[in-house]
């Protein structure tokens, strides 16, 4: 088998587990058509900020697997599979189209983020850990929580995203498909990762998988899809945690 067939089967493999890793259980409730978010644990607010980091770590599921099946093991089988460097597969800077189309995009991002927070469908599914919510971390007292939280969110999930979709699989399918094809490709795939989500982002993720995708091909880095990414999903937690209040 050539590498194109390897490449498919291990993201058919990856992106079935990928859809059944266990996710805490989700702390909103909905009364009389309001929400409101709950804490955590009873004593959420008696605790120390290691151990809500500590917690934070034991509930990311999502964060793990996600870094496990589309970051790590995609990066060996570059590295180690193919002997081929990771900047060959956008891990790298690209050009000058990378920080220019970041920086036009994201503060459309950022707003589309926000304002989906008042879609009462995305707390069926986001934030992803609930440990984000009520009384673990508050907006005004739990900054040094949040940046963590963050940190994990952008670093293992949005990363290993990126690097999976619009890296792995964009990148190794090009040379066999043509550059049109293999952008329709993962993007297909990556809509199929979002099946369960709120039908919004499922068509969302139509236009992100083509916008990045282009943006892949472009500035040859995933660098500003990444950083574009990151930003409408960040946003997005933090306008579901403001509407809710």
């Known amino acids: 088998m050539n590498r194109s067939t390897w490449v498919l089967l291990y993201a058919m493999l990856a992106i079935t587990l990928w859809n059944y890793i266990p996710e805490a259980p989700r702390l909103l409730k909905m009364e009389s058509g309001r929400s409101f978010i709950s804490s955590p644990t009873e004593n959420a607010a008696e605790m120390t900020e290691c151990e809500k980091g500590i917690a934070l770590l034991r509930n990311s599921q999502r964060f793990w697997g996600t870094f496990l099946l589309f970051g790590l093991i995609p990066m060996g089988i570059v590295r180690f599979g193919f002997r081929e460097k990771l900047s060959d597969y956008g891990v790298c800077w690209g050009n000058r189209y990378t920080l220019r189309s970041f920086l036009i995009m994201a503060p459309v991002m950022i707003a589309i983020g926000w304002f989906s927070g008042h879609t009462t469908e995305f707390y069926a599914v986001y934030p992803y850990n609930p440990w984000f919510l009520g009384g673990a971390t508050s907006l005004a ?18 990363f290993s995203w990126e690097f999976f979709f619009r890296g792995f699989l964009q990148r190794a399918m ?3 498909l043509g550059v049109v094809n293999t952008i329709l490709l993962q993007t297909t795939l990556s809509v199929f990762a979002h ?33 574009q990414h ?8 933090y306008g579901l945690i403001y509407y809710a209040q």
Do not use: C, K, Q
């Open 174 to 176: 090009e040379p066999s």
């Open 141 to 158: 007292e739990g900054w040094m929580f949040s940046i963590f939280y963050n940190l994990l969110y952008f670093f293992l999930y949005y």
């Open 230 to 237: 990151a930003a409408i999903g960040m946003a997005l937690d």
């Open 195 to 227: 099946f369960t989500h709120p039908s919004h982002e499922a068509l969302g993720a139509i236009a992100g998988g083509l916008i990045w995708g282009f943006l892949v091909y472009r500035t040859r880095s995933i660098l500003s899809g990444w950083g």
